[in-house]
Structure formats: C-alpha cells, structure tokens
C-alpha cells in the first residue's frame, strides 16, 4: 500500500557528486522522519542522514559537511546530495520513512524501506 522508491546511485570517481531521491507513494497520509542509511557486505546498516517534517537534520559524522539530506514535503520526497565523495562511501543506500498510511478504513503508521540503491566510489 505504500511504496519507497530511490533513483539517483551509479559510478563516480572519487572527489565527485551523486544526489539520491526517494518517493514515498501509494495510500499516504502523512510522512514523519525520512532518512537515508547505507549498508556494505559484512556489516550493519548505518545511518547516513535524517530529517524531520520540521527540516531537523543530523548526520553521521563520516558524511558531515559533505552530504546533505533536503525534502519536499508536499511531493512526500526526500533527497540526498553527495559531494567530495570518497570510496568508502561505496555502499547500497536506503531509504526510510515513517509514514501513516490509509488501511481500509483506519489509518496506520509504519517504517518503510526502499529497495536500495548502488553507490560505487571509484577511478
């Protein structure tokens, strides 16, 4: 009933930009936090950047000052530019979101995940 979907990773040389989007979509009713979170092979999945509606963010101190983390609320959107990216920034990038959601006749609130996205930092 409600679907996140990334766009935006691929191939970039090290010192370059990405900027990822994620859409929440489907029987929405309201998004809360939204957040990107990364994962390699072999270890846990971190965070990378969150955001509130109110535009509250943090960061994980790895990507301070080099990724920012924006949405669009009314396109239930959230977005995060990369810069100065380096090779240990090569991860599959998620994103999240706390969403209400239409179930039939009631409304209900759940974390949902994006399918993921590839980011390889690499000459």
């Keep these: 009933q409600v679907q996140l979907v990334e766009s935006g990773g ?7 930009s990405l900027r990822l989007s994620c859409a929440a979509s ?8 939204m957040g ?3 994962q390699v092979p072999g270890k846990q999945r971190e965070l990378v950047a969150a955001s509130t509606s109110g535009g509250v963010t943090n960061y994980a101190d790895s990507v301070e000052g080099r990724f920012t983390i924006t949405r669009h ?3 239930n959107m959230v977005y995060l530019q ?3 990216l380096k090779p240990e920034d090569t991860a599959v990038y998620y994103c999240n979101a706390d969403i209400a959601y239409y179930s039939g006749i009631y409304s209900r609130r759940s974390d949902f995940w994006g399918q993921g996205t590839q980011v390889t930092v690499s000459s």
């Design 82 to 84: 990369m810069n100065s």
């Design 10 to 16: 691929g191939l970039v040389q090290p010192g370059g």
């Design 36 to 38: 990107w979170y990364r």
């Design 73 to 75: 609320n009314a396109k």
């Design 26 to 33: 489907g029987r929405v009713y309201n998004v809360y936090g």
